[in-house]
């Protein structure tokens, strides 16, 4: 089982949708949970993270965390099809080297059509 | 500002060359990585410099060897590289032990003829 999975897509929606992304994950050490937009053959952008379970709001973003069901999720609102972009889960844990070491999701692929 | 600057954007390279990759963040911070990304990938972690101290993945072949001049700074040296390590190579940065998130840099595109 891979500590973190996430459904690759591609996910198609109609502009203006409500986009609802998701990852499952099996490691109890991660302490801090990321959402990554990378747009192609450019580096991943931080979008949001969070270290508790709860919601956290950032304008159309949310983000989800439940540690008791290992989950998370990013809730886009109002997609716009700049928005189109592989979004990425990622979970980090403190390494014994003294950093904290991120776990990606494969990244789902979202498009939203005009 | 919350910036990782990579140059160059695009390196193409041969089998026989020895080029650098370089990295630059102002931020303050203390970790510096480099991942590797192959299409249709999650970032793969290559490297770690925390508080100057370097971390190996030991599957990393030796012919990538990371260096770091000061805090800023890390540079990844490519010596006698494989096609199949044609690659987006990113490097992040974050603040340390209790720095829970990295910031990446646009990336290098890499070819190896």
Redesign the interface.
Known sequence: QKEVEQD?GPLSVPEGAIVSLNCTYSNSAF??F?W?RQYS??????LM?T?SSGNKEDGRFTAQVDKSSKYISLFIRDSQPSDSATY?CAM?A??S??????T????TKLQVIP | D?E?T?TPKHLVMGMTNKKSLKCEQHMGHR?M?WYKQKA????E?MF?Y??E?L?INESVPSRFSPECPNSSLLNLHLHALQPEDSA?Y?CAS?Q??D?????????T?LLVL
């Open positions: 690759p302490q801090y990321m990554y053959r450019k580096g991943p952008e931080l993270y270290y990425l980090s403190l390494d080297g003294g950093y904290q070491k991120v990606f999701g494969i990244g | 919350t990782v990579q970790a990585y249709k990938k999650p970032p972690l770690v925390s508080y101290k971390s987006l990113l974050s340390g032990r720095g829970e998130t990295q910031y990446f840099g646009p990336g595109r």
